[in-house]
């Protein structure tokens, strides 16, 4: 790469950077060296960039415009800043302001785009999409524009707490229908509606969806130091194939509402893959009456339907967009009546919590008895054990690595056997084994242990296990902090690990801490010890791990530099 | 610590084609990039190695006024600083690793040490066959200098300057990271 195509692939790669989904935007090219470019790009997180500057941002408490004083950072990318701000000349009233990086105002085809999606959100004028305040230049020649700032919650964070009331869920598909079919008649096609994209902001009569982002706010995401993979397959999994390929058109909107619906139906998207090229070959493949065999409480027009707007073809899609979510939420709004048990069954799809609840009529009458000879299955013990002996390398154990994670041995004296693995990354890294759809429904039936040798050195060093659907992903992290190590139960990871934490008495030898998680089926909740000693009870899962059924070791980042961790083995178990 | 005007007129002869000149700066600015450096490595436990271009700044203050000379003599002698930080902070990773590699320490800083020649060794392969883009990088982050100072420097455009940028920062993150996976 580093030969004869230098100023070919690095102006590829810079124009790639102008779309809001850069590897999308290369995947079709079927060009091995620019897509591993952007890869590389998308991976490096904020490789070799100044973390100083980012930290004491020097725009807070400016003013833009002459009356938008800058209050707060609320979110930032590779191409800009978001600020929460103050309109000084208007009440002192709350605004969003999103200001361009010097580094793309400059560039006349990123001032183009900028100024072409301010042009599109003055064009509509609709309850459920945002308006457009102001936007205009700062004076170095950054391009600003400015917001209303809404008191809610993402779509996304509502998502949070697993699968969403049917009736709820009718109604907010309707409302969003409404705006994204207001847009398509005014030949406004979205582009990236998610579940981040989507506010929902709280009303005397209940909370209301608002499309925000109408390609503006992937200014901020889209092409940056800070986009990671992650964030850019959070986009990926709700493009239609056509859009993935490179042409968005109306009934890209509808597939992705496909998408969002299934979610906010089941709890899990329809598709997970761990690399956005792998994604056209399973919607190719289709979803069948995956939908049906998930919640069959609903009906099976709601899967049908579901069916149709995730169809590979375009053409084959439900329009207008309107006429599709009416229907869906008609359908959903005559099921009504079953979903809260359906809630329940999603959530917890733990036969065993059936059966001591006496809930097995009810929910074998729902789904079939097909779950009842399932659970009578012996185990084979070998497939109830995954483990990573001490001193393996991950290569050995066999568990995949993401490329945000370096190995390197530790041994006992140079040249003698490896004791542990140290692992370092500038930003998140996992190291993982999937759990086979029979392993995933006997860990969430029977219950697991899982344990690992580890300490954290920089960051957080983490052990869990994905259960992949709408159970909860379960992760305990070990913190190196000033003084010692904390354990944390995470609950959240967005914006900062956050969970239930409890502290470990200081040490400062080099030892390695025996942390254990062991799950309960019947309470749905796990408890977590250190060498031994339980330190945290109840412990019931967080919900934004979605990278499939895995048993998983991370390594994370605490304040953006480099984290470490030693690792020496897991072992994880699906009781007999 | 050398007069601003003896800083300013070095670069002038610099300019004017006397290579004696670029040697007499070394001589100057070394020894006051060293001594900053290695207060630094001594106070910051982790993270040096993402500093450079604060370590550069610092020197530059206790130089000279930032606006005490032409830009285009900043440019000259912050690029020259550049280098020199390189060259700082690579002898200092190889000095660590030398006398400590007998060591199987649990300690964090030995893999910053590792990242440093790791980073020095990728960015001699790009020099060698994208001399520019190598130089972008160095000017970028062991030097601190913006864009448009960088294209001065160079002769070239600020657009080529940001394209190659992009291009050697995935390149060598590729190089560190990307084969790990």
Redesign the interface.
């Known amino acids: 790469m580093i030969g004869p195509r230098w100023d070919e692939l690095s102006e590829r790669l810079a124009e790639a950077l102008a779309s809001p989904d850069p590897l999308a935007r290369v995947a079709a090219s079927g060009d091995p060296d620019l897509i591993e470019l952007v890869a590389w790009h998308v991976s490096a997180g904020g490789f070799l960039e100044d973390r100083r500057e980012r930290r004491e941002n020097p725009w807070l408490g400016r003013k833009v415009g002459g009356r938008y004083r800058l209050k707060r950072v609320l979110g930032r990318g590779g191409a800009g800043v978001v600020f929460e701000a103050r309109d000084e000349q208007v009440a002192e009233r709350r605004v969003v302001v999103k200001l361009l990086h010097d580094f793309w105002s400059s560039e006349d085809w990123m001032r183009r785009r900028f100024r072409e999606e301010a042009g599109v959100l003055t064009q509509l004028d609709h309850p459920g999409i945002v308006s457009l305040i102001d936007a205009g230049e700062v004076e170095d020649g950054r391009l600003f524009l400015v917001l209303p700032f809404h008191e809610g919650r993402t779509l996304r964070e509502a998502l949070a707490d697993g699968p969403l009331d049917a009736a709820f869920t009718a109604r907010l598909l309707r409302e969003i229908g409404d705006a994204v079919g207001y847009a398509h008649a005014r030949g406004v096609v979205h582009r990236d509606l998610k579940p981040e994209n989507v506010l929902l902001v709280r009303r005397a009569d209940g909370e209301h969806p608002l499309l925000i982002d109408f390609g503006i706010a992937q200014v901020a995401d889209a092409a940056g130091p800070h986009s990671t993979t992650t964030h850019l397959m959070g986009s990926a999994f709700y493009m239609a194939p056509e859009h993935l390929l490179g042409k968005a058109e109306a009934a890209s909107d509808v597939y992705s509402l496909g998408v969002i619906a299934w979610e906010m139906l089941a709890g899990a998207r329809p598709f997970e893959s761990a690399t956005p090229f792998a994604l056209p070959a399973l919607q190719r493949e289709g979803v069948g009456d995956a939908f049906y065999r998930l919640r069959p409480d609903l009906g099976t027009a709601v899967g049908r339907l579901l069916t149709q707007a995730l169809a590979f073809n375009a053409a084959r899609r439900p329009a207008p967009v309107t006429a599709f979510t009416a229907e869906l939420a008609d359908n959903l709004q005559a099921g009504a009546l079953d979903s809260r048990l359906a809630r329940f069954w999603v959530q917890r799809r733990s036969r065993r919590f059936m059966l001591a609840s006496g809930a097995t009529a009810l929910v074998g009458a729902a789904v079939g008895g097909w779950w009842l000879r399932d659970w009578l299955t012996p185990l084979d013990a070998a497939e109830r054990v995954i483990d990573f002996p001490r001193g393996d390398s991950a290569e050995l154990a066999g568990f995949g690595i993401t490329r945000e994670l370096t190995e390197r041995a530790i041994r006992s004296f140079p040249g003698g056997a490896v004791t542990a693995m140290r692992y370092l990354t500038p930003d998140q890294g996992t190291l993982y084994k999937r759990l086979t759809p029979q392993q995933q429904e006997w860990a969430l039936r029977r219950g697991w242990k899982l344990s690992a040798l580890c300490r954290p050195e920089s960051g957080h060093a983490g052990v869990g296990v994905e259960n992949g659907t709408s159970p909860p992903a379960f992760v305990a992290h070990l913190e190196a902090i000033r003084d010692g190590v904390e354990l944390i139960a995470v609950t959240q990871v967005r914006d900062g690990v956050d969970g239930i934490r409890a502290s470990l008495s200081a040490t400062s030898a080099p030892t390695l801490m025996r942390l254990e998680m062991a799950y309960d089926p019947v309470s749905a909740r796990a408890t977590i010890s250190v060498d031994g000693q339980i330190l945290i009870r109840d412990y019931a899962g967080h919900t934004e791990y979605r990278g499939g059924p895995s048993v998983f070791f991370a390594v994370d980042t605490a304040d953006g530099s480099m984290a470490s961790a030693v690792f020496g083995g897991l072992h994880f178990e699906i009781l007999a | 610590m050398p007069e601003p005007g003896e800083i300013t007129s070095l670069l002038h002869r610099l300019r004017s084609g006397d290579r004696a000149a670029e040697d007499r700066l070394v001589e100057k600015a070394y020894p006051e990039l060293h001594r900053i450096a290695e207060a630094h490595f001594r106070h910051e436990r982790?993270?040096h190695l993402?500093?450079p271009?604060?370590l550069v700044n610092e020197a530059w203050q206790k130089f000279v006024a930032l606006d005490a000379l032409e830009l285009s003599d900043r440019v000259h002698f912050l690029s020259l600083c550049s280098r020199l930080m390189r060259q700082i902070l690579v002898d200092h990773a190889r000095r660590r690793a030398t006398h400590e590699?007998?060591v199987?320490s649990?300690?964090?800083d030995d893999?910053?040490e590792?990242?440093a020649l790791d980073l020095d060794r990728a960015l001699r392969?790009?020099a060698e066959?994208?001399p520019r883009?190598a130089r972008v990088?160095e000017l970028r982050?062991f030097g601190?200098l913006s864009?448009e100072e960088i294209a001065q420097c160079l002769d070239v455009s600020?657009?080529t300057v940001?394209?190659?940028w992009?291009?050697a920062?995935?390149?060598?993150?590729?190089q560190?990271?990307?084969d790990?996976?």
């Open positions: 982790a993270g993402l500093q271009t604060a590699r007998a199987e649990m300690r964090i893999r910053l590792a990242d392969r790009l066959a994208q883009a990088v982050y601190g864009t600020p657009a940001k394209r190659d992009l291009a920062r995935a390149w060598l993150y590729g560190l990271y990307g790990q996976a």
